[in-house]
């Protein structure tokens, strides 16, 4: 890519665009499972990675500070609560050290990381991206659930969640 995008950003100049990556865990192997990823990104990207683990702790792999936080029951509210704040404290520690503001949030599906990257783009003024990873409306997605009214508002959940995000 030559030139500059619509962001500004041309390839090789100091300033690269500050990203915070939202994964869903656990990830137990962290160089292993998104090592690689992050340090081929920092070619061209800077920023925060939150990944449950574990473990908690902060490494730098590239250019990104990667922050995990310890793995209970996802769907706990206190899980999603601590999730969300440590996303927060490690993005404003991240602006203070560099000067500078975010530019993208991206969720590593719609569903579970997804509406956790819907709060953080907005709270921090960020652009917001979800990888989509599955065919929401294919049918046979919903088959484990013997009741076709389960099966029915299981697939209209998951399809407005994945429309919403």
Known sequence: ???SDDSGYTPGTAEKPAVLFLFRGPKQDIDHEIGTRMRLLSADLSGVVLVPSLDEKTRRIGEFDVVT???TRSSSP???IKYLRTALRAV???ERREGRKFDLVVTEDAMKT?????????????RLIAEVNGDYWNDANYME??????RAFKKWLFTSIQKFV
Do not use: D, P
């Open 78 to 80: 206190a899980f999603n």
């Open 1 to 3: 890519m030559t030139g």
């Open 114 to 126: 997804g509406f956790h990257g819907v709060l953080m783009s907005r709270m921090i003024g960020a």
């Open 145 to 150: 659930l013997r009741s076709v009214y389960k």
């Open 92 to 94: 404003r520690s991240w």
């Open 69 to 71: 936080i310890r793995f």
